[in-house]
């Protein structure tokens, strides 16, 4: 990979990365409701199962995804359905840390395997691995790709959660709280309908 093609996938990457989505929704609401030390395992699943699923995708699945339209739909629909759902419960329940909701974060493994249903996750996970992914070096090319969201995510989802649990100075009553994760949210449902408007 030369060295404008690699700029250009550190700067994708960090973009992605950055940008609001379902990922640093969730990590920020973890930050805020649980603490730093608590969503480390969120961050950390983040960090390490998106660029595993670049991975995969840019030696497996990249192709079969773009050539099989049903398939590719059917995760679609199926990951923002759940992305909803998830918004869905933070809302109605005043946060996830409230109430008989979710009383813990989400734990590595769930992180990771989160990614596999995250539509934004898919869609990025496709673009990335067809423009950037060589097949001629295809396990090079998809190792370096994952590597860079390795530490685009890390910067990232630390950032968010940091950002989440430094809220806790200004969110330091119940109804705070509650208006800052219906907020979070309307950010997940934003996201779900912004995919689809794709």
Known sequence: ????????????????????????ALVAASGANFGLKR?????MGIT??????????????????????PLREI???????LLLYIAWKIAISGGLGAGNSRQRPFT?????AFQWINPKGWAMAIAVTA????PDRQI???????????????S?????????????????TANRLRRFNIATALLIAATVVLLFLD
């Not at 969503?39 to 961050?43: A, I, L």
Request: hydrophobic share 60%; aromatic share 14%; charged share 10%.
């Open 1 to 24: 990979m030369d060295i404008e093609t690699l700029l250009a996938l550190v700067a994708l990457a960090f973009t992605a990365a950055w940008t609001p989505g379902p990922n640093n």
């Open 39 to 43: 969503t480390v395992p969120h961050v």
């Open 48 to 69: 390490l199962g998106f660029p595993l699923m670049i991975f995969v995708v840019g030696l497996f699945l990249g192709e079969l995804f773009q050539r099989f339209t």
């Open 75 to 81: 995760l679609r629909w199926g990951g923002a359905a």
């Open 108 to 112: 590595f493994t769930e992180a990771a």
């Open 131 to 134: 423009q950037f992914v060589s």
């Open 140 to 154: 090079t090319s998809a190792l370096l790709v994952a590597l860079v969201f390795v530490v685009a995510g890390l």
């Open 156 to 172: 990232s989802a630390t950032s968010w959660a940091v950002a989440g649990r430094a809220l806790t100075r200004w969110i330091n």
